[in-house]
């Protein structure tokens, strides 16, 4: 298992960023792909953005691609989500989430605690 703590959430105004942080325990983070998810508000938890083990592959859920960016420092055991032109309907609770392999995270095995986004208009 991977025990994941998240951090950066906040408020921000519409067209804004911010950096959302995942810090994951555990020797073998760095053969894990890595992932984000939001959920939200009355809505099911829904896909973000993935990451394989290396950083060389990511993928992005339509509403997102342009804006959002993923990315993992392996030497700190940390997954990272830039977020940027943020808009209203981001607003959401947002999770990493950890799976031995990218083709998989649709079932990642851990989850963090999430960490609230609002974004004000």
């Known amino acids: 298992q991977v025990q994941l703590v998240e951090s950066g959430g906040g408020l921000v105004q519409a067209g804004g960023s911010l950096r959302l942080s995942c810090a994951a325990s555990?020797?073998?983070?760095?053969?894990?792909?890595m992932g984000w998810f939001r959920q939200l508000p009355g809505k099911e938890r829904e896909f973000v953005a993935a990451?394989?083990?290396?950083?060389?592959?990511?993928y992005y859920a339509d509403s997102v691609k342009g804006r959002f960016t993923i990315s993992r420092d392996n030497a700190k055991n940390t997954v990272y989500l830039q977020m940027n032109s943020l808009k209203p309907e981001d607003t959401a609770v947002y999770y990493c989430?950890?799976?031995?392999?990218?083709?998989?995270?649709?079932?990642?095995?851990?989850w963090g605690q999430g960490t609230q986004v609002t974004v004000s208009a």
């Open positions: 990451i394989n083990w290396s950083g060389g592959s990511t």
């Open positions: 555990g020797r073998t983070f760095s053969s894990y792909a």
């Open positions: 989430a950890a799976n031995p392999q990218v083709a998989g995270m649709a079932r990642p095995q851990d």
